[in-house]
């Protein structure tokens, strides 16, 4: 379904596949619930769809209840919880980190900054989760190196080419299991060496135990 509007098009997502995470975001970064009901559906329809909110202003009432219907419906419904491990952009081969229980500090240390505004960050997130594929070994797969200034690069080109159902699920499935680490993380750098080393063995011994069967 599209929205015209002066001959301008606007795409209507009828399910999360088609939802670009960026638009997401931005729903959900702006989403202001102490404004009226028509400003917070005007606010749905341009996020959504991309239509700047002064050309919804040219559309006929008509024409825009429809297209929020129709939004409506989406937003009723759930997003996939079916984790994908590995997809394609431009050529270039992404997978999911498969042995989670081995990330290393200085991820989980940016991964830890970055779930504080969760939603802010999103892109950011998948692309600490989510790197080019390296190399390959039967099923198995060898992930790039992280850094920072890559995965930087990365999370803006996630933003635009990752949909909400992928998000959702892999974002699902990594909080499940590091809530509890990203609490152990946090006061980390207090420890001193024997302590740090007794605290590493305890975090890999609780991402081993709730990865089982991801390797």
Known sequence: MNLVINENRYYIPANWSEVPLGRYMDFMNTHNDKVSESEQELHLLSTLTGAPQDVLGEATKNVLNKSIDALKELMLTESSDNLVLEFEIDGVDYGFHPNLHELKLKEFVDLDNKLEFAWENMHYIMAILYRPIESR???????????????????????????????????????????????????????????????????????????????
Do not use: C, P, W
């Not at 198995?140 to 850094?147: F, T, V």
């Not at 949909?163 to 993380?185: C, E, G, P, Q, R």
């Not at 980390?188 to 990865?211: D, F, G, H, I, P």
């Open 137 to 215: 070994r039967g099923e198995k797969y060898q992930l790039e190196e992280y850094d920072y200034v890559t995965a930087s690069k990365r999370a803006e080109l996630f933003k635009k080419e990752l949909s909400v159902d992928l998000v959702n699920a892999a974002a699902s499935f990594f909080l499940a299991i590091a809530i509890d680490y990203m609490k152990i993380t946090q006061v980390y750098s207090k420890l001193n060496r024997r302590q740090r080393r007794e605290a590493s063995r305890v975090m890999k011994s609780s991402l081993r135990r709730n990865t089982a069967g991801t390797e």
